[in-house]
């Protein structure tokens, strides 16, 4: 166990080295004379602390775009390691405190549709399942289509033009309302919280159908299965049926896939967080990305490539916890 | 064997057995039919309700996007246009304060800078206070400079001049002192052996001495020459001395005035502490000066400069002139000349506004122009910057065109509200007239069936041309990733060992890059290099595709391996066939069906990350239609607010053609495998 985690952490290295390899020629390869047109805009900018060559030396020195791609990779990497990651040029602070500022609103607005996602799909999907080609199945075969489908910018869109334009329920965009200032530190907390609901609907709508889906695809495989025909064979009632031997193995998929989501709830939702002006860090980031801000992106792809990785690795080791029937090797 | 067809067979064999009576026997063809394996997923595909519904509706949007603008007769970037009555600006309203000169005697050549200086001379001669004054010009005549009445001033000509005098304290050379000669030469009268022993001791360039209580002053002329001059009072005449009647004149005569003198006009022009007297003859009129505007009851008729200087010069003595032939009278109303004509009507006005067309015409009618002066001299006298009144204005059709009468005159519409703003020195006129404008998020209508958007597109049409982007990128997009996917998934699983295991680990690479975020950030580049719409459109397709081959070949890869153990490849390998038919003959025909699902279901995936950039403005651009970028032109909160008919039903549409796909992948895939759990 513990030389198959080593073993998939060094490769798991592997691959962020190459994935930041292909990230870095894409920045590498920027337009010509962009990063000077982008160092003079960095320059003449009030309070930009730094002089157009200083801009450009920093630059140079921090991603070795004057030198060729892949020594400029080493240097880069040799200046990420050491943790030193530079200024944001759009937010004008160092990018691992903008990353600390935004990080955590994006974390709660992920945490609040993960936890609605579990708590509305798994329920709806087992029912699907213990129901197949009832109206109900239909039904939540055809919301998750659709939840599935939908485009992001259009359910906010939609959600705002409901609730903020028609009822006047919540604000258009942003985190705190007008009168934030003058709130008590508990009506301050409501107010934020009530920002939140729509971006954190939008999130819910849009991720419930796939795990429904998958909920009801692996129920079906269990229902299936010799063990629960033994289980109803020998007069087990149909509700422990459901609740002990086929849900529980259900659960041995579903907490692989969820696990490995976990370290998704922090990469930030872009368009969402960008719809809603939730500034989270799919907002910076966004922001970041069409200012062509090199210092952010770099670090936000390495984040999110990062989260993957583990993702991928925590829903494998998972996956060996939870079933003991598989090894790995 | 070969030729052994149950079906065949199995129809020879109802031939043979024509039951009459319609009886269904146990082996009867329609229980036994044996379906082709395509057949079979066919039938199970249209059993399934869902994926029917999606391919309906794939269908009818093809048939939408791809024969609709066909029939359809507006283009995507067709701007369309209307005639609107909307309050604009329609005129401009100006104090005129600049004089302007009218010739009335072309015979007479006036100097140019006389002419150029008239507007300072009239200036001059207003705050003096005096309605006349003289001027001597550079060619030697004398303008004078008549103010006729308010706005009105003369400018005439006197000839014949000829200075008769100097007087004043007028320097007068006295004599002058050759050095090397050491002589006196004097202009005037001697002056005596005292003033040359003075002279014959001057030095220096220049001095004063004083002799016999006369102050002199000498100035080195040319070489060793002194010239020594002394101030004189009195008339120095030029010619023969005048009568004192002319110097008691003169004298009193303030520069510019004139004064006559037995008979004969002159004018006195001052020098310093010179003043000369000038003899000059009779006053022609050359030009009139006018900072008044003139116009006519009937904005057609034009103005002759006849009328205009016969009017201008008979404001402010009898009031009648004629000119062309006419009589008319000429009524001063204070800050306003009215002209009447022979029968007494209202035939024109002198104002000081200039009162025209926004774009420059003077064909605002007499008596808007009338009200419009009113109203702006009581804002004047009020000190109000803006106003509001009422007055008549030809009327319009809906086409932007005036209207007229069957008799071909032209109708008013006598309760034109105008506005009258006052922006720095003119006054701005505005009202509601019928513009040709761009028809901008005009509602659905006949004509526009979804109305049009913020350019003037008709949003039908652009719907249509916008699904034709939309469909393509996801075919084509998803064609790239089958091509790349299939190729490299084919030879890691066929090949395994190295070949597959560098393969896999570039899927590894490319199954983790951040796809979204690379996608923004090109596009965020493709901006910056300013890219031609149709280039971008394809960079971007190419992109997407490369982004997601590693889910293609991964699938590939995975059936690949599984069949590659099986019976059928040994036998293929046992017959020798090459290993390109053995792998795209024998092994890919069997992924085929994971193949069209994934593809399927990739289409619509497709689509929606396409009309996600498009929306954030990174995909495809503006001109060039995207479901995307029609749901962006109206994204800003307001636009969302009030143009939800725009953006609703394209939405709708691109959720739609989403869910159909995801339903016919679905479809497709259980009707491939029946035995699958779902």
């Keep these: 166990m513990l030389k198959y985690t080593v073993k998939r952490l060094l490769y798991s290295v592997v691959i962020l080295f190459f994935v930041m390899l292909i990230v870095y020629s894409l920045m590498y390869n920027m337009p010509g004379n962009y990063l000077e047109t982008k160092a003079r805009e960095l320059a003449s900018r009030p309070g930009a602390g730094k002089s157009y060559t200083e801009w450009l030396n920093d630059l140079n020195a921090q991603y070795g775009m004057d030198k060729g791609i892949l020594r400029g990779y080493f240097i880069w990497l040799k200046t990420a390691l050491t943790g030193n990651w530079g200024d944001s040029w759009t937010w004008t602070i160092p990018v691992t405190l903008e990353f600390h500022n935004t990080v955590w609103f994006s974390f709660i607005l992920s945490l609040i549709s993960f936890v609605v996602e579990i708590l509305v799909a798994i329920p709806l999907g087992i029912m699907a399942a213990k129901k197949q080609y009832s109206f109900a199945d239909y039904f939540t075969t055809v919301f998750a289509m659709i939840s599935i489908s939908l485009p992001t910018f259009f359910l906010a869109t939609l959600l705002k033009y409901v609730f903020s334009v028609k009822l006047g329920w919540f604000d258009l965009s942003g985190m705190q309302g007008r009168d934030y200032a003058e709130l008590s530190q508990w009506g301050k907390f409501l107010d934020v919280a009530k920002h939140f609901v729509l971006p954190g609907l939008t999130l819910s709508i849009l991720s419930i159908g796939g795990l429904m889906r998958y909920t009801r695809t692996n129920m079906l495989e269990v229902l299936n299965s010799d063990y629960i025909r033994t289980a109803r064979a020998k007069g087990v009632p149909e509700k422990k049926v459901i609740s002990k031997h086929a849900f529980r193995n259900t659960l041995i998929p579903l907490v692989t896939t969820l696990g490995g989501s976990l370290p998704g709830l922090f990469s930030g939702a872009l368009i969402t967080e960008t719809l809603f002006s939730i500034r989270g860090i799919g907002f910076a980031s966004y922001n970041s990305m069409v200012q062509g801000d090199i210092p952010f992106v770099m670090f936000y792809l390495t984040f999110i490539s990062i989260l993957t990785l583990l993702g991928n690795l925590i829903s494998d080791l998972l996956y060996a916890v939870v079933d003991p029937r598989v090894r790995l090797s | ?678």
């Design chain 2, 1 to 678: 064997m070969a030729s052994y067809n149950l079906n065949e067979v199995l129809k020879k064999k109802k031939k043979s057995e024509t039951n009459a009576n319609g009886e269904v026997k146990l082996d009867d063809v329609s229980r036994v039919k044996v379906l082709s394996p395509t057949m079979q997923v066919f039938k199970r595909f249209i059993r399934n309700r869902l994926a029917v519904f999606g391919s309906v509706v794939i269908i009818v949007l093809f048939v939408f996007c791809f024969l609709g603008p066909l029939l359809y007769p507006y283009g995507q970037k067709q701007t369309f246009y209307k005639y609107e009555s909307i309050n604009v600006k329609f005129g401009v309203a100006t104090e005129n304060t600049s004089y302007t000169g009218y010739v009335v005697d072309p015979s007479i050549t006036v100097d140019v800078n006389a002419n150029s200086y008239m507007t300072t001379y009239i200036k001059e001669l207003l705050a003096s206070g005096k309605t006349r004054t003289n001027k001597l010009a550079d060619d030697g005549n004398f303008y004078q400079v008549d103010i006729l009445g308010d706005n009105v001033v003369a400018m005439s000509q006197r000839g014949d001049v000829e200075a008769v005098a100097s007087f004043g304290s007028s320097v007068v050379d006295v004599a002058t002192y050759d050095a090397v000669t050491r002589s006196v030469k004097y202009k005037g009268e001697e002056l005596g052996s005292d003033f040359e022993k003075k002279v014959a001791s001057l030095k220096g360039n220049s001095g004063k001495f004083t002799l016999d209580g006369v102050e002199y002053s000498y100035r080195r002329g040319t070489g060793k020459n002194y010239i020594i001059s002394t101030s004189k009072e009195g008339f120095i005449y030029s010619g023969a001395p005048l009568s004192s009647d002319f110097e008691d004149k003169a004298e009193k005569a303030e520069p510019g005035d004139l004064f006559s003198s037995d008979g004969i006009e002159y004018v006195v022009v001052v020098n310093g502490d010179t003043k000369t007297a000038y003899r000059v003859g009779e006053a022609r009129i050359a030009k009139v000066f006018t900072s008044y505007v003139i116009d006519l009851y009937d904005n057609s008729v034009k103005v002759t400069d006849e009328f205009r200087n016969n009017a201008l010069l008979s404001a402010y003595t009898t009031g009648k002139f004629t000119a062309d032939g006419k009589n008319y009278t000429l009524v001063d109303h204070d800050d306003v000349l009215t002209i009447y004509d022979e029968s007494g009507k209202e035939y024109g006005e002198f104002s000081n506004f200039i009162i025209r067309r926004s774009n420059g015409d003077d064909t605002i009618e007499y008596e808007a122009k009338v009200h419009i002066r009113e109203a702006i001299e009581d804002m004047q006298d009020k000190g109000l910057q803006t106003s509001q009144f009422t007055t008549r204005l030809p009327q319009q059709t809906a086409d932007g065109q005036y209207a007229y009468d069957e008799n071909g005159t032209l109708l008013y519409d006598d309760e034109s509200e105008v506005r009258v703003k006052q922006t720095d020195r003119n006054y701005e006129l505005w009202a509601n007239q019928v513009t040709y404008v761009i028809d901008r998020f005009a509602a659905p209508s006949t004509t526009h069936i979804l109305g049009t958007d913020g350019d003037g597109f008709d949003v039908f049409a652009r719907v249509m041309y916008g699904g034709r982007v939309s469909l393509m990128v996801g075919f084509v997009v998803v064609l790239i990733e089958l091509i790349i996917g299939v190729i490299m998934g084919g030879l890691a699983g066929y090949y395994g060992g190295w070949v597959d295991n560098i393969i896999m680990r570039a899927v590894d690479v490319f199954y983790c890059l951040p796809s979204m975020p690379i996608m923004i950030i090109l596009g965020g580049i493709m901006d910056a290099m300013r890219m031609d719409v149709y280039r971008r459109l394809f960079i971007m397709m190419i992109a997407l595709g490369i982004m997601g081959w590693a889910g293609v070949a991964r699938l590939v890869r995975g059936q690949i391996l599984s069949f590659r153990e099986q019976e059928f490849m040994i036998a293929a390998e046992a017959t020798g066939i090459k290993v390109k038919d053995r792998i795209f003959k024998h092994l890919i025909p069997n992924v085929m069906p994971q193949l069209i699902v994934s593809a399927t279901m990739g289409i619509g995936g497709t689509i929606l990350t396409e009309s996600t950039l498009s929306f954030l403005g990174l995909g495809v651009k503006h001109p060039l239609a995207t479901w995307g970028t029609m749901i962006n032109s109206v994204s800003s909160a307001s636009a969302m607010a009030h143009y939800a008919y725009i953006w609703i039903p394209v939405g709708l549409l691109i959720s739609f053609t989403v869910i159909a796909f995801n339903f016919i992948g679905d479809g497709l895939r259980d009707a491939y495998d029946p035995k699958g759990k779902r």
